[in-house]
Structure formats: C-alpha cells, structure tokens
C-alpha cells in the first residue's frame, strides 16, 4: 500500500470562510507579524496579541468544514497508518470533517499553553490576562497553543521521518513560502517520493514538484482522493 504524507496550508480552509494569509488581501497584509505572532510581541502587548487570536478562535468556531476536509478524512480512514496528515492550519476542520491524529505542527486555536510552565490544554472562550494555568497555578502567562515566528514547529521529528519513507508527498493550499514546510517538498523528492501539489494557483515551490492539480480546494481534493481510492 502506498505511503502518502500530506501537507495541507491556509488554501484547504479558505473556502470554509477561513482567510489565508499571504495573497493581496491576507491576514499578514493587514497585520504586523512582529506583533501579533511573535513572542517578542506578547511579551510588549499581550492584550493586543490575544484579541488577535481570540478574534481568530471566534472565527474558527464559527467555520464549517468543507468538502477538502470530508475527503482527506476518507482517504485517512483507508490508508490508516500508510498515511501522515500534516498541517499548518490552526484550525479543527480537519477533526470536524472526520479525520483523527492531524499533526497541527504549528498549534491549535482551540488549545492553550502556559508561558511559565509549558502546560498545554484545551481552550474555549476568549483569553486574557487574567487567566490562570491549571498545572502551575501561576496567572498571567496563558497564551494559545500557537507556534510563532521563532520558535520550533510541533512533531518535526515525526514528519521527517515520514517525508523519508512515503512514496508520495501531496501539498494542498499552501503557499510554499513559510519554512520550514516549505522545505517538505524538497526533504521529499531527495528521498525519492513523487510529489504532488494541489492548489488553487502555483505555489513558490511549484517547479519542486513533479506535477500540479489547480483549482478551488473542494472540487480538485475530492477528485484525487476518488482517484487514489479507485486505483
């Protein structure tokens, strides 16, 4: 059986109501990276650095899966361990579309962390600084369980282990420019796998991959996974 890595970006959840990031009319086009997603940033306005995220929690709670979702969830179900989901995404529409042990290698909205003692936890509701860590007890250092610019991606160990033993290595919706996923491609071909994109138009890493799929994420997404399942 095939052993497939998926990477999935901002792209697979732009249709479900969730921005992207780096297109003209982007989140990072709107906001200054340096200050709401960086630690540096927390440290100088955390009030300002949570009202962005619990912004974006709200958002995301409000959201609906869609049918990109419904699809990697099947394909999941059917390769079972033969298949790694990865994203950058913050997002919980991959577990509301169905799929199980989503690699969130850049945190979740939905979770928290504690800057003094590195308890993490499921988080609903706004944050502020009046918050208290479960473990510690210390108030004033919970933060959403978010990578920021800076500091070191989730499960890094798992995903390039994976990228060293898959025959394919799929990225959908991504925009090839934030590492190190955008590296994923090349870890990939190295080590031999065909590589795959799916996206609405080409990424800045498209000359890496060995063919292309474009269009919105619901039609093309679908379409491959019936493929894969056909085959």
Partial sequence: MQRIVILTGAGISAESGLGTFRDKDGLWTKYDLAEVAT??????DPDKVLGFYNARRANCVAAQHNAAHEALARLQ?????????????IDDLHERGGAEDVVHMHGEILRASCSF????????GDMSRRDTCPACRETGGVRPD???FGEMPYQMER?????????LFVAIGTSGNV?????????????????LEINLEPSDTAGSFHR???GPATETVPAWVDQVLAG
């Fill in 39 to 44: 630690p540096e940033g927390y440290a100088a």
């Fill in 77 to 89: 179900q059917h390769l079972g361990a033969n298949l790694l989901l990865v994203t950058q995404n």
């Fill in 117 to 124: 003692c590195a308890y993490r936890w499921s988080w609903q």
């Fill in 146 to 148: 978010i990578v920021w």
């Fill in 159 to 167: 995903i390039y282990d994976a990228l060293q033993d898959c025959d």
């Fill in 179 to 195: 590492y190190p996923a955008a590296g994923f491609v090349a870890e990939a071909r190295q080590a031999g796998a065909e590589c």
């Fill in 212 to 214: 292309q799929i474009l």
